[in-house]
């Protein structure tokens, strides 16, 4: 693809990264930044091209390297926003701005 | 479908996955689903390009993707509820690393014979990886306690941090200019110095933020490596994270009451003023209390309000504190729990932590509404908190943490603190409050001292 496509990608994704976020209540922050640090683990699919294509002890080396620690990017950074989010599971469905609900919210089972 | 076309339509799949992830994430009921939905498409994205993958180097692959599996999932499953925010700087971490490793990699392959963009694109994608990798480095380890949680100072500290960074700059126009891959290994090098650097005099409790910067700055050297591979889906995956990143760096900066500014340089005039009001505070007394008087104020209190910190945490204390608040209920005293959003060491910390003890969503209320509250409350009880009820965030306009919101404890009728010892929190400010009259303090550990508390309760 040309420069100018991906560049045109690039500036297209930034606006949809800050749109897609708008209002985000506090409880979730945390949960959002470790999801977001799983998805940038897609790193993994580039660093499996480059190992793919390497020749040479110091290339398979970095290329290894890159796979290895792009793995527990991708792995450890979901199943630990998993595990963050399981504790929100059938509580907490509103975000509250500013003041107590009206009444129970109804999504969650009472445990 | 031709190949080429084949891989175009898995990586469009995998972009809107990442997107509907994104959404999800930041709408509570949908949280989970939404990691569920940018599993999915990063795991599409990944078995496509293993598919195309040469048989050549298949072994190594598949041992480098075992051994981070092997790494990745017990880490991520067995971390403690208290250490996730280090947890989440140490997977950033690896990813700005790899992202540079993907780099460096290329350009050994091409054996540097890349055109002026593909540079350009391996250097900003080796600068930013490196610092996010060393970064976050510093940051786990801060938040670990393998070294001291407060700002590390020294003089001219702006001045070397600019020095280094006009270096990585030279070095990175030395190799635009065609001087080779020892420019790149020092651009490298110093890029590393140049994390440690960035990080080392923001104070732990402040880690959460440089987080979440650091997160975005790995989205942006995926999206880096996304030119150097002509590879839509690192730029696509990589940029949604560097924009989605820089804005929850600014709500959480913001849900701080600080500017982000003053979060990453305020260390450097801040820190004379921290340490001129934490000196006078040594030599006064407070007054230190019985678990037997504690739990007899409680009982016969008709407002009770619970503000719990990161001392809950570390004590694993919500069980305990839990049967605490159940057996007030019973007697008729009106108990809430005052959640300050960035109670613990990270925003949502207390939210996850009582939801594991299965508190009542209705009872944990948010700063602002607390705040409304405290001055009909009869004891503010704080467990394991200091930063965030500090007044001094209110009163001292010298203070480190001037200007952010807190729960105001001050204003109910008594206040009692259970904490580990007199040091101050985590910012390393003294408190006031503690040596305020109608504050008394229970030493020990918050588990210890709930379930002494527990058993005065029962017994009165």
Redesign the interface.
Known sequence: ?S?LA?AS??IL??????E????????????????????????????????????GP???A????????????????????????????G??????P???PPS??S??RP? | MSHPELVGAIDIV?FVC??L???G?????L??R???V??AG?LL??AF??AF??LH?LL??V???V???A???P???L?K?TA??Q??A???G??G???A??A???F??RGGLTSD?ERVAILVDVVIGSISLTGSAIAFAKLQELMTGRPIVYPAQQRVNGAIAIVIVAFAVALLAGVGGLALVLVLVSSLALGVAFVLPIGGADA?VV??LL?AF??LS??A?????????????????????A??TR??SQ?MGRSLTNILFGAFGAVVTATGTAGDGSDRSVRSSTPEDVGTMLAYADRVMVVPGYGLAVAQAQHTLRELVSLLEARGVTVTYAIH??AGR????M??LL??A?V???QL??M??ANGELARTDVALVVGANDVVNPAARDSPGSPIYGMPIIEVDQAKSVVFLKRSMRPGFAGIDNELLFDPKTVLLFGDAKDSLAKLVAVVKAV
């Not at chain 1, 527990?72 to 504790?87: P, Q, S, W």
């Not at chain 2, 490596?225 to 990143?245: E, K, M, P």
Request: hydrophobic fraction near 55%.
């Open positions: 693809m420069g991906l990608i690039f994704a930034v606006f949809v990264g800050f897609v976020i708008s209002k985000v209540p506090s409880i979730l922050h945390t949960p959002l930044m470790s999801g977001s640090n799983a998805i940038h683990g897609v790193i993994l699919v580039g660093a499996i091209a480059v190992l793919s294509t390497s020749h110091l290339q398979d970095l290329g290894f390297l890159a796979v290895f620690l792009a793995t527990i990017n991708v792995v450890g950074g979901f199943v630990v926003t998993d595990r963050m989010l399981e504790m929100f599971k509580r907490g469905t509103s975000s509250r500013g003041g107590r129970r919210p999504a969650g445990r | 995998a990442f997107i992830a994104l959404k994430l930041s709408s509570p009921p949280a989970r939404g990691n569920l940018g599993a990063m994205a990944v390009a293993l993958t040469p180097h190594l692959l041992v480098a993707l051994l981070g599996v790494v990745g999932v880490a991520a499953r971390v509820m996730m925010p947890m989440v140490a997977f950033n690896v990813g690393g790899a992202a490793l993907v460096l990699a290329t050994a392959q963009g959460p987080i979440s997160n790995t989205g995926v999206a490596s996304g030119f150097v591979l002509n590879d839509t889906v690192l730029i696509v995956g990589g940029t949604l994270v560097g924009a989605s990143g804005l929850l709500m959480m849900a959003p960035v990270m925003p949502g910390h939210n996850v939801a594991e299965d009542p969503y209705e209320e948010e602002d509404v």
